[in-house]
């Protein structure tokens, strides 16, 4: 007897698209990462682990370390990505980024900036530090040969993704509202960011319980630094997402439970929460980003399905522990 099937079968029409799926997934990296970091309201280091999901496939696994108030007034977020399942059979893709910074009263001052990962078998890796103001780029690869340049004016007084959600996470633990704007860059593109409280909902966290969580709105310019076989006018056009927290992390902390990303081709990309609890503090960045360490991804510990089993507690065992 034919046993029924124990996970989706794709369609014969979607198989074909899952190679751009990927490759449009990779340019939202800085923004999905930096969505996910959660409020501290406590000072220890905490990890949270999400999954990624279009299309009805479960395409990417996401793990954020942050420290936000860390000795001598300073921050330091970590992330790293990795496409998995269906998707990581056209070429496979994995990133790592980092920043580290200092709180300059309410405003985020990174140092370093480095990332680096592969992607579809292309290396991609950036190295930045900031000397007074201004971003300097020590490593870019590749180069920027298919894009605009971003002038120097547009670059002078930016931050990066990171830092940007450093200090949302900031206000929205000292506020809980969601309220910020950033000037961007990333070593390739300089985009504003502007966040909006949109109100409170009662929302399922993962595993069915309902509580009642902060909703953003993001929204995102491309000012310069666009690929130059695309439309200007279409480049202009803002990327919007939406994001939903809630104090569910150690000590209160205010995690992102939920990340929404409209695509035009395939629906919604959802970024969900699987677990979160404390970590240990994100090791200081390299100069050598590309070295970054296996361990970081053995850390992850089960697959996404198990996450449960791994030393964190879903959003569910999270909740229950409240009551």
Known sequence: MIQPARRPIVPAVLAPALP?????????LPLVAGLLA?????????????????????????????????????????????????????????????????????????????????????????????????????????????????PEALQRGTIDGLSALAKLARTVAATGRCDAQAALYDGRRRTDQAVRTVGTEALALTGGASTTQLRCRVETRVLAGRHLDQDPAEAAKPQQAEAWFAPIGPGGDWVATRVDLPTRWFGT?????????????????????????????????????QAGNSRGSTPQQVAEQRR
């Open 20 to 28: 751009l799926l990927a490759g449009l997934l990779a340019p939202t």
């Open 38 to 150: 959660p409020a501290a309201a406590s000072a220890a280091p905490v990890a949270a682990e999400y999954t990624v999901h279009a299309a009805g496939l479960t395409l990417m696994r996401a793990r954020v370390v942050y420290d936000l108030d860390g000795p001598g007034g300073r921050y330091h977020v970590t992330t790293q990505v990795r496409l998995t399942g269906l998707a990581s059979t056209f070429g496979g893709g994995e990133q790592q980024t980092g920043v580290e910074g200092r709180w300059q009263g309410a405003e985020p001052r990174p140092d370093r900036y480095r990332a680096a990962g592969t992607w579809r078998g292309t290396p991609r890796r950036v190295a930045m530090d900031w000397q007074n103001g201004s971003p300097v780029i020590l490593a870019l690869e590749p180069a920027n040969t298919d894009r605009e340049p971003v």
């Open 269 to 305: 990309v959802r970024i969900q929460l699987a677990q979160v609890g404390p970590a240990a503090a994100p090791p200081r960045l390299t100069d050598a980003p590309r070295s970054a360490p296996q361990q970081a991804w053995d850390s992850l510990g089960s697959a996404p399905e």
